[in-house]
């Protein structure tokens, strides 16, 4: 668990690579330890590494390494941690889960063990996966990890139709400020945000992370459906989409998402733009769909 707890540190510094955090004990005192701090800078087992005392170093063939996701196999922006692993003489390591990249894919496993050092994979497996679900999502599938986001009313609507908001003012504002620090916070774990151009030319959202910390994510503008929506997603490892309803409902219609968060707030609209019609949806906290995919309701 040290070492999903060190990986979570890099959630807002490294994609489009990993989070990982990587732990090393001797006879059950922690020696060292580090996580993936940022894109192109060292990997959590070089920091684990590094952060050995040097009365202790000597320690390190006699020492276990934990670490979230299997150690890296080839030169890319640092050098290859398997490699790293082996120099120090390490003759037990233990691997959260295989990294998916073609490029690793089991080849750091392999240089370890042809090392002499005993491996062990698959320790907390599902909770390192879901770590970087949106990394193995990209290595896997091939496309980003498409998380879809709405606010809602009591009675099902994401908003009143135009002509009563050309009569009225502003789109109702469902979201408290606690709800909406939230979604910039969930806009910070994304590469893109994506909104239908209908959306784009009436409201201007800002789509920005102004309420947390992070950079601000790419912005997309639809204007493609149906069968054309992967190609215009392309190029990204994780992208929120934010709306309106009928750019939301393609995304579920081309059963084309990963995960969904749903505000639902306690005003009541009677009438206006329906919401998106999600068969899996319900007034539970979290639902998981028979895809084994996260529905997430009232999500503050």
């Given amino acids: ?25 001797h006879e059950g005192r922690i020696i060292g ?75 750091g496993i392999a240089r ?15 909770e390192c996966r879901w770590l970087n679900r949106k990394f193995i999502t990209q290595h896997t599938l091939h496309r980003p990890y498409i998380t879809l986001k709405w606010a809602e009313s009591a009675d099902g609507f994401i908003d009143r139709h135009r002509e009563s908001r050309a009569k009225d003012g502003d789109a109702v504002k469902f979201s408290t400020p606690w709800t909406q620090m939230l979604v910039h916070r969930l806009r910070a774990t994304h590469e893109a945000i994506l909104v239908g151009r209908r959306t784009w030319e009436l409201d201007q959202p800002s789509l920005t992370t102004r309420l947390w910390p992070g950079k601000n994510a790419e912005k997309v503008i639809l ?53 998106p019609v999600f068969p899996h949806a319900n007034s539970q906290k979290v639902q998981i769909d028979p895809k084994g995919r996260l529905i997430h309701v009232n999500f503050a």
């Fill in 1 to 25: 668990m040290r070492c999903l707890q060190l990986a979570r540190h890099g959630e807002f510094t490294t994609a489009p690579n990993p989070m990982v955090g990587a732990v090393i004990v």
């Fill in 112 to 126: 370890l063990r042809e090392a002499g050092a005993e491996v062990v994979v698959g320790v907390l497996e599902a």
């Fill in 223 to 275: 204007s493609t459906s149906g069968g054309a929506l992967a190609e215009s997603i392309s190029g990204f490892q994780s992208i929120l989409v934010e709306g309106g309803a009928q750019t939301l409902q393609s995304f579920i219609d081309a059963d084309l998402w990963d995960e969904v968060f749903i505000e639902r707030s306690d005003i009541v609209l009677g009438d206006g733009v329906k919401a």
């Fill in 33 to 107: 330890e580090g996580w993936h701090r940022r894109y192109g800078g060292p990997h959590a087992e070089v920091n684990a590494v590094r952060s050995v005392r040097p009365e202790d170093e000597a320690l390190l063939p006699h020492s276990t390494i934990y670490v979230s996701l299997e150690p890296c196999s080839h030169w890319g922006k640092t050098p290859p941690c398997a490699e790293l692993l082996a120099e120090k003489g390490f003759r037990r390591v233990v691997v959260g889960c295989l990294d998916p990249n073609e490029k690793v894919a089991g080849r």
